[in-house]
Nanobody, 123 residues
Framework: QAQLVESGGGLVQAGGSLRLSCAAS????????MGWFRQAPGKEREFVAA???????YYADSVKGRFTSSRDNAKNTVYLQMRSLKPEDTAVYSC?????????????????WGQGTQVTVSS
């Protein structure tokens, strides 16, 4: 049974940084594309970033230049480095794994999801 577990969330002041981690088990991690999504209260889930098997990265316009996604296949872990955080970045951040090449911004294209980690940015 595949499992994704996020960590690294917390409370940070605007302008600060956090690094989220997502540890995967029960799947051949290196063959999966990995995505990050977030959902704020009262809002729909939105795409944040993704990194595919070839290490190509994708970012939402709202985080481009501030967030960086990376992966360590030896550790079965994907990371999301977040810098220059803004209050509007406050949300629950979830990682997801996609078995096939896909449109990375579409949640339905992902096979497995983590439970999420809360990120709160204070002004």
């Amino acid at each position: 049974q595949a499992q994704l577990v996020e960590s690294g969330g917390g409370l940070v002041q605007a302008g600060g940084s956090l690094r989220l981690s997502c540890a995967a088990s029960g799947l051949t991690f290196s063959t999966y594309g990995m995505g990050w999504f977030r959902q704020a209260p009262g809002k729909e889930r939105e795409f944040v970033a993704a990194i595919n098997r070839m290490l190509t990265t994708y970012y939402a316009d709202s985080v481009k230049g501030r967030f960086t996604s990376s992966r360590d296949n030896a550790k079965n872990t994907v990371y999301l480095q977040m810098r220059s955080l803004k209050p509007e970045d406050t949300a629950v951040y979830s990682c997801a794994a996609a078995a096939r090449s896909c449109e990375v911004t579409v949640p339905a294209n992902y096979n497995y999801w983590g439970q999420g980690t809360q990120v709160t940015v204070s002004s």
